[in-house]
């Protein structure tokens, strides 16, 4: 496995890549380059995503890089964890072939002035609690997505808006680049895997998997015939006040899956999403609901 610091090494490592695969001329997907951009604190969902490109790409590069620009004044950038060396071991042992690791100075270098903005689908939800967020996810995959060049990426469903965002960013500027967007990986009780439950405390731990519960009873609702968004919305609302009172509801929205906007009368998918700010971390999660299924 290569280890990377460097966009120079970055590129060099990649097109010795290109010219093995083209030699090969595999037609099955081994003559692709996967990619898949992380903050690092690696667990069974980054190691999931990492294992489909895997299977999918004959190269597979994982970045490690805790993004300062998607992060809000009051974040936790500075004690986002940073296992580095754990990280590093797990992506070998998945089989990993390229690990690009650089520093701040190194993506954004003095003089750097350019921003990669979406609008429309980054305006609602997390945009709304976070402001500035996409700008920085967007120009940071951006600039990973021309460094490396690979021809697919992935990303994970629990993040639903920032993979809908980085989709309309790659259609819009026609970004030679492929996304996939893989299931949610759960806990054992259903929490999803986020690299920030390692904040919370037992009882806060213990509560947070009534994000799960929340969004499985607006599914229920949804298979049941309840049609409006308002009254999913309320009974979430009701569930999480009820069963995880050390939380403050950032947010609870029915929404189009596509265009993120929300949804009065539900006819057709919908995508339930929802933040909640326990003291310790902010955990997001979401639910897709196919009505026809």
């Not at 992935?154 to 993040?159: E, I, M, P, S």
């Not at 980085?166 to 259903?190: F, H, Q, S, Y």
């Not at 806060?204 to 999913?232: D, M, P, T």
């Amino acid at each position: 496995m290569i280890k990377a610091t460097t966009i120079e090494q970055v590129r060099e490592a990649i097109s010795q890549a290109r010219e093995k695969l083209r030699q090969t001329n595999q037609q099955d997907g081994s003559n692709l380059i996967g990619f898949v951009p992380t903050m690092g604190a690696l667990h069974a969902g980054h190691f999931s995503l990492i294992d489909t490109a895997r299977r999918e790409c004959g190269f597979v590069v994982v970045s490690i890089f805790v993004n300062p620009t998607q992060f809000g004044p009051n974040e936790d950038y500075e004690r986002y964890p940073r296992p580095l060396e754990q990280d590093l071991a797990g992506c070998e042992s998945h089989g990993v072939d390229l690990v690009f690791v650089p520093t701040v100075e190194q993506m954004y270098p003095a003089g750097f002035s350019t921003t990669v903005r979406v609008s429309g689908v980054t305006e609602m939800m997390e945009g709304q609690f976070r402001p500035g967020h996409f700008d920085g996810v967007c120009t940071v995959v951006a600039k990973l997505f021309s460094i490396v060049g690979a021809d697919v990426a992935y990303f994970g469903a629990k993040d639903y808006q920032q993979a809908v965002v980085i989709k309309r960013m790659v259609a819009d500027l026609n970004l030679p680049i492929r996304i996939v967007v893989c299931p949610t990986v759960r806990e054992k009780d259903g929490l999803a895997m986020s690299s920030r439950n390692t904040y919370l405390n037992k009882h806060e731990r213990a509560q947070a998997v009534s994000l799960y519960e929340s969004l499985q009873l607006a599914e229920q609702l949804i298979r049941n015939g309840q049609r409006n968004a308002k009254e999913i919305i309320r009974a979430v609302r009701r569930h999480l006040a009820e069963h995880a009172p050390l939380g403050k509801i950032d947010y609870v929205a029915v929404v189009d899956p596509e265009s993120l906007q929300p949804v009065d009368e539900i006819k057709d998918d919908v995508v339930v999403a929802l933040a909640v700010r326990f003291p310790s971390a902010r955990l997001i999660d979401n639910i897709r609901v196919d009505v026809k299924s």
